[in-house]
């Protein structure tokens, strides 16, 4: 078996996408008579045999039959100035069909800004997230003033989305000539923490109205810098409610430390760059200097 070439940021991440594969396969609807048992005979089950005609892409990348399932579907989402206003031949996308954008109302409030955004596909899989990643062009290839933009199912990358109007950004900017080596690791670092559900570990459980924390992840160019966000369905007030600002300064640090790489009290804030800083949406509306939490 081939050696993971992942480092230990971004292997935590992709096995965390891998927890739920192979879920239990459902009980047989027959009957001891139709199954050839006497009554209250337990069948046995090889699983040897079971086992044999399983083939996942680690055994074999071409036909394989099982898939690993992502705890929630994801869309990638794409704009740049060459898909403002027009359709091109050909994007960095193009390899995947392009989708309508679904009529919700955060949609209809962002529609002037959405009709320039691209939806480009979904997935639910880990198989389906690889195969979008290795055909399209990674961020450091991409012009100017280009963002993908990867967010939950349903949710659009837009603040006015019911998913987000309450929520924030985690975001740090690192300038280009320094990290145009570093940009696409940290990209593909910080999907696979989001499509693993490890940025924030606390249960989610919809029943209860708990929901995790994310919505989407963006990476952004610019002329002289990339900004790398995380954006979150709930952000801090003054009160300090169910821990929520303890779970967002999680999110931040992990994204520093476990996914970007850098040292705790690393200080990475200089011409063009920022510390990893978090702004809700509210605040970047507000005139004055905003409330960040920093880490």
């Known amino acids: 078996m081939a050696t993971s070439s992942l480092s230990g940021a971004a292997l935590q991440a992709s096995r ?9 396969q459902p009980p047989s609807t027959l009957t001891s ?35 690993h399932p992502l705890y929630s579907p994801w869309t990638l989402w794409f704009d ?11 994007t960095p996308v193009s390899a995947f069909p392009q989708t309508p954008i679904p009529q919700t109302p955060g ?31 990674p ?23 019911e998913a ?3 929520g924030g950004k985690w975001s740090i900017q690192l300038p280009k000539d320094k990290n145009r080596l570093n940009v696409d690791k940290m990209w593909l670092y910080t999907m696979l923490a989001a499509i693993g559900e490890t940025f924030d570990p606390s249960p989610t459980d919809s029943e209860n109205g708990s ?24 952000a801090p007030s003054g009160v300090d409610e169910d821990g929520l600002r303890e779970r967002i300064e999680g999110v931040g640090k992990y994204f520093k430390i476990s996914v970007l790489g850098y040292p ?32």
Do not use: C
Not at 16 to 24: G, R, T, V
Not at 211 to 234: A, E
């Open 16 to 24: 965390a996408a891998l927890s739920a594969a192979l879920a239990d």
């Open 33 to 67: 008579a139709e199954e050839g048992l006497e009554p209250g005979e337990i069948q046995e089950v090889n699983m040897e045999a079971q086992a044999e005609g399983i083939r996942t892409v680690f055994s074999d990348p071409t036909n394989f039959n099982v898939k």
């Open 80 to 90: 740049s100035p060459a898909t403002k206003g027009r359709n091109m031949p050909q």
């Open 107 to 137: 949609a209809a409030a962002a529609q002037g800004w959405m009709e320039d955004i691209k939806r480009v596909i979904s997935f639910d899989s880990v198989e389906e997230f690889w195969g979008l990643y290795n055909n399209i062009i």
């Open 139 to 161: 961020p450091s290839q991409l012009p100017q003033k280009a963002n993908y933009y990867l967010f939950k199912e349903g949710i659009i990358p837009a603040w006015e989305d």
């Open 164 to 166: 987000n109007k309450n």
């Open 211 to 234: 929901q995790s924390l994310i919505t989407g992840v963006i990476v952004s160019t610019r002329p002289q810098f990339y900004r790398l966000s995380i954006w979150t369905r709930l």
């Open 264 to 295: 705790e009290g690393a200080k990475l804030a200089g011409p063009l760059a920022t510390e990893v800083e978090f702004l809700s949406h509210k605040d970047s509306e507000k005139k004055g200097k905003p409330k960040k939490i920093v880490v």
